[in-house]
């Protein structure tokens, strides 16, 4: 039986790297890596016969087309980026390229015989909570910053590509996910790499804005159930944890774990990017894992026993 080809964009970011080592060790596909390396890092992809990396920007119509047109690909992750809260809030042009590479991705898809793409979306797409727990159907999208704008792009890309050109599709709103080798431009690992240095952790405003701690793993499993099962074709699921947790408790949970002695220490509220709750309907996603997702206690011991785990 001939390997299945597969496209993974970003994929030596954080999310995008566990989901290709994971395809990688099945043997049952060859995957092609295509990253720029901005938030990307080559030291998150294990090495592996079934892997090819090929440094280049998905938003370059040039770049990703030479891609395509030799490698015959089956299905696509569009996993590339610009993350990061900071980031998109400090280059806001750079976010709203993204808009170019989503177009180039499905472009290409349709007229090259993918059978499915699958894109990273998120939870910001939601803004300010309306509803919850924030189900895929009925939440309203009122999400206004640039990152969460251009994600509602790419899902209205996405639906508009099926209804014109019936190219299958099935979109990951991603909530906060965690796990080894995130850099630390997130939440947990910001506050893991400052516990183990007794160092201070820094909060925005009060910290009583509440979010949901995914690990890395259920993410993932998640994901290829719904790639290898045929399942969720052209809809939405969110993929997260539906425990929430103040971000002062995230702290105080992390200092307990790891034994820290490190303070918290409150700077002032930022002005945008920064939402209340976070609380998904991951209805659909328990129903494709099949088990209770792993709880953030646990999974906060798990990556504190490694202490090497975070990207330098």
Excluded: W
């Amino acid at each position: 039986m001939s390997q299945i080809n597969v496209l993974v964009t970003g994929g030596a970011g954080f999310i995008g790297s566990s989901l290709v080592n994971r395809l990688c060790e099945s043997g049952k596909y060859f995957v092609v890596v295509v990253d720029n390396l901005l938030t990307g890092d080559l030291k998150r992809l294990n090495k592996n016969k079934n892997l090819k990396f090929i440094h280049a920007d998905v938003n370059k119509l040039n770049d990703i087309s030479t891609i395509f047109f030799s490698h015959h690909f089956d299905y696509v992750f569009h996993y590339a980026a610009v993350v990061g809260v900071n980031r998109t809030l400090n280059n806001p042009v750079l976010v709203l390229e993204d808009i170019s590479g989503m177009r180039n991705i499905l472009d290409l898809s349709k007229n090259t015989g993918v059978k499915r793409v699958f894109f990273s979306s998120s939870s910001e797409v939601y803004g300010e909570p309306v509803e919850l727990p924030q189900n895929e159907d009925t939440t309203p999208l009122n999400s206004r910053l640039p990152y969460a704008i251009v994600k509602n792009v790419g899902e209205a890309f996405l639906k508009s590509y099926k209804q014109e050109f019936d190219l299958d599709y099935t979109i990951f709103r991603f909530f906060n996910t965690y796990g080894p080798l995130q850099s630390k431009d997130f939440v947990v690992s910001k506050f893991i790499s400052a516990a183990l240095k007794n160092e201070d952790f820094t909060i925005y405003g009060d910290g009583k804005q509440s979010r949901t701690f995914c690990y890395v793993d259920d993410n993932i499993n998640a994901c290829i159930k719904a790639f290898e099962e045929d399942k969720y074709i052209n809809e939405v699921i969110n993929i997260g944890s539906d425990k929430e947790f103040k971000v002062v408790e995230l702290a105080e949970m992390i200092k307990e774990v790891s034994g820290s002695e490190s303070k918290i220490v409150h700077l002032p509220a930022l002005e945008e990017g920064d939402m209340s709750r976070r609380l998904p309907d991951t209805s659909k996603m328990k129903e494709l894992i099949g088990y209770e997702p792993i709880g953030l206690k646990e999974g906060l011991k798990k990556l504190i026993e490694n202490k090497e785990y975070i990207l330098s």
